[in-house]
C-alpha cells in the first residue's frame, strides 16, 4: 500500500542552525501539508502545497520556515534558526485532490525534531 | 474560523466493551467533513473513519461507527468490542469542502483499553 514517508525519523540540532525535514508523498497525491504537534498538545497545521506553491499557511508559519517540492517527489520543510521552541513532532501528510473521496490526507510517520 | 472541542482528555474501558468518544464543531460552513484519526505510541497518525457534512447516515468502519448531529455540530465516535490495539490517543478534525481543505483539529482523547 502507498504512504507517506518522511526522514529522518528524529532530527537533533542546535539552536539557530537550520535543518530540513524530507518528506516523500504518495506518488498521484496532489496536495501536500505539514502539520506539528508539540509534545501534549494538539496537532497544528502549519502549510498546504498545491500546483508548486503554497496555497495556505498558518500565524505559525512564520519566514524562519520555507517549503519546496524540488524534484517532482520530495516535499521538504526547512527551519532557516531553529528555536527552543521549534521542538516538536513535524508531520507531512498528502492527499490526492480535493472533494469527497480524494480529500483523504495520509500521514507519514513523522520527525521528531530537537532543538538543544 | 473552526474550532474542534474534545471535552475527554482521558478514558479507559475494559477490552471488549464500548466506548463512546466525544467531539463538537464550530462552523458558519454548509457542507464540511469531519474525520477521526488514531495516534498510537507509534505516534504516526492514522485515519479511522471519516464523515461527508451533507450525507445523513452515519459512517461506519467495521468496529468504528460515528454518530453525526449535524444541527448539533456533534460528530461522536463509538468503538464497539474493544480491544488492546484500540489503545491511542484519537484525535476529532475538520476539514472545509473550500480551498486547500487544511485539517482542524482537537485536543484529543487519550484512550486505554484494559486487559
Known amino acids: 500500500e502507498p504512504e507517506v514517508t518522511q526522514t529522518p525519523s528524529h532530527q537533533v540540532t542546535q539552536m539557530g542552525q537550520e535543518v530540513i525535514l524530507r518528506c516523500v508523498p504518495i506518488s498521484n497525491h496532489l496536495y501536500f501539508y505539514w502539520y506539528r504537534q508539540i509534545l501534549g498538545q494538539k496537532v497544528e497545521f502549519l502549510v498546504s502545497f498545491y500546483n508548486n506553491e503554497i496555497s495556505e499557511k498558518s500565524e505559525i508559519f512564520d519566514d524562519q520556515f520555507s517549503v519546496e517540492r524540488p524534484d517532482g517527489s520530495n516535499f521538504t520543510l526547512k527551519i532557516r534558526s531553529t528555536k527552543l521552541e521549534d521542538s516538536a513532532m513535524y508531520f507531512c501528510?498528502?492527499?490526492?485532490?480535493?472533494?469527497?473521496?480524494?480529500?483523504?490526507?495520509?500521514f507519514g510517520a513523522g520527525t521528531r525534531l530537537s532543538v538543544l | 474560523a473552526q474550532t474542534v472541542t474534545q471535552s475527554q482528555p482521558e478514558m479507559s474501558v475494559q477490552e471488549a466493551e464500548t466506548v463512546t468518544l466525544s467531539c463538537t464543531y464550530d462552523t458558519s460552513e454548509s457542507n464540511y467533513y469531519l474525520f477521526w484519526y488514531k495516534q498510537p505510541p507509534s505516534r504516526q497518525m492514522i485515519l479511522v473513519i471519516r464523515?461527508?457534512?451533507?450525507?445523513?447516515q452515519n459512517a461506519t468502519e467495521n468496529r468504528f461507527s460515528v454518530n453525526f448531529q449535524k444541527a448539533a455540530k456533534s460528530f461522536s465516535l463509538k468503538i464497539s468490542d474493544s480491544q488492546l490495539g484500540d489503545t491511542a490517543m484519537y484525535f476529532c478534525?475538520?476539514?472545509?469542502?473550500?480551498?486547500?481543505?487544511?485539517?482542524?483539529f482537537g485536543t484529543g482523547t487519550r484512550l486505554t483499553i484494559i486487559p
Open positions: 464523515q461527508e457534512a451533507y450525507k445523513q
Open positions: 478534525a475538520f476539514s472545509s469542502n473550500f480551498g486547500n481543505e487544511k485539517l482542524t
Open positions: 501528510a498528502s492527499s490526492e485532490g480535493s472533494g469527497a473521496g480524494k480529500n483523504i490526507q495520509y
